[in-house]
């Protein structure tokens, strides 16, 4: 089940790392006897780079990031194109995003409790699948539909490990990177020598390709335990089991439920989510409407590039709200289920009421209804109305100036 895939696109995130930082700053290896990873020593170099990243990031490059961006705003009008803006706007959010996941694998507390909840998560799945499925299992995970999520998880990788750095390379080496344009302007010159250039479009694509690692690190963290949530829900209840049996995975996926949730709060920027969403989602629909207008510079990069960010957005939205959504409507259905059968029993009816229903809230506060019944689809209903909302306001704005 999701053990075993989980298991091989850990493995892929942490060689991912390594290979995006030149094996020079990280802070995981993968045992390949034992089948997991491991925190390095902090007296190593390996993690004392990655520490040093960190401090760079935050001193170094957010700073860059602010100035580019005071250059924009007082830049005189027609000196800086849609993709030199569009760029900064990109930038800007992967580092306001990816800061804490650094400032979290900094602490060497963090890294070990990461790799215990981690692992935690996936042998929990694995007990399960022992315990309830000791024999033909690929027909069980065929029907419930654990392919298709499969298929996903492995184009994000793909994505995020193989193709991103890519696109990140070029970038970097063109004239629309944000740190060139930054050079530019400090050095208040028209180009720069190709050695100090090649310097700079380095430095910013190891530093985003970082990021980019780290950050799939961490959201695949919190997928790996909405996946098993909604897995083991839908079988709790779809299969017969003895009431202790039924209580017994109950519990022990709220369990789960609650180490996710404590590491998706350490992270930060995972409970913002839908904050940060809206954001990239609004920016990528107003470029993507702009492009099209009579009169604009169109560019096939930012057309491109918009269309990735907003399906990218769309995409952990719905991961993050509606499987969790249907997760819990499957645990209160479960709860109802367990009631009508044991509800006239003195002592287990008391058990099952004691019950709330499974659920991953990945936010900072939550309200009486969220902590009663779970995450609901309006959620995500509200994350449409909101985009739609205000890439409206924005584009009529534009179009009174």
């Known amino acids: 089940m999701w053990h075993l895939i989980g298991t091989r696109q850990f493995e892929v995130c942490i060689k991912s790392i390594h290979r ?36 760079f990031c935050t001193l170094i490059i957010l700073p860059v990031y602010f100035l580019r961006w005071y250059q924009i705003l007082t830049a005189s009008p027609g000196s800086i194109t849609v993709i030199q803006y569009y760029a900064c706007v990109v930038g800007t959010i992967m580092m306001l995003v990816g800061l804490p996941f650094l400032w979290f694998f900094s602490k060497k ?40 999520v499969t298929n996903i998880v ?70 790996s335990g909405i996946v098993v949530l909604y897995f083991w829900s839908k079988i709790l209840r779809n299969k017969e089991f003895s009431f202790s049996k039924t209580i017994q995975i109950y519990n022990q996926l709220k369990l789960m439920t609650i180490l996710v949730q404590e590491i998706g709060h350490d992270l930060i920027s995972v409970c913002l989510h839908h904050a940060y969403a809206v954001i990239i989602s609004t920016i990528a629909m107003y470029y993507f409407v702009v492009q099209f207008t009579p009169g604009k510079q169109m560019s096939i990069l930012v057309t491109y590039t918009s ?18 959504a249907k997760a819990s409507f499957m ?58 909302s205000h890439t409206i306001n924005w584009l009529l704005a534009t179009n009174l100036d």
């Open 109 to 148: 507390s963090n890294l070990r409790k990461f790799v215990t909840y981690f692992h935690e998560v996936l042998n929990l799945d694995k007990r399960f699948c022992a315990d309830i499925f000791p024999q033909n299992l690929a027909p069980q995970s065929k029907n419930l539909r654990l392919t298709t």
């Open 154 to 223: 492995n184009l994000i990788n793909i994505m995020a490990c193989y193709y991103s750095p890519a696109l990140v390379i070029w970038i970097s080496f063109s004239d629309y990177a944000p740190l060139y344009g930054f050079a530019l302007h400090v050095l208040d010159v028209t180009s720069i020598h190709f050695a100090l250039r090649v310097i700079i479009a380095t430095v910013i694509s190891i530093t985003i390709s970082i990021l980019t690692s780290v950050g799939y690190l961490c959201a695949f963290f919190e997928v």
């Open 20 to 55: 995006n930082s030149l094996r020079c700053a990280y802070f995981l290896q993968w045992e390949g006897k034992e089948g997991k990873a491991v925190p390095i020593k902090s007296y190593s170099r390996k993690y004392q780079g990655f520490q040093c990243y960190a401090v």
């Open 331 to 388: 645990s209160r259905a479960t709860l109802r289920k367990l009631f009508m059968d044991h509800g006239k029993d003195k002592n287990r009816g008391k058990i099952v009421r004691s019950l709330q229903p499974n659920s991953i809230s990945l936010e900072f506060l939550d309200s009486v209804d969220t902590i009663r019944n779970g995450i609901g689809m309006d959620y995500f209903v509200r994350y449409f109305e909101r985009v739609q």
């Open 307 to 324: 269309l990735l960010m907003l399906f990218g957005a769309t995409g952990l939205e719905m991961l993050a709200i509606c499987f969790v």
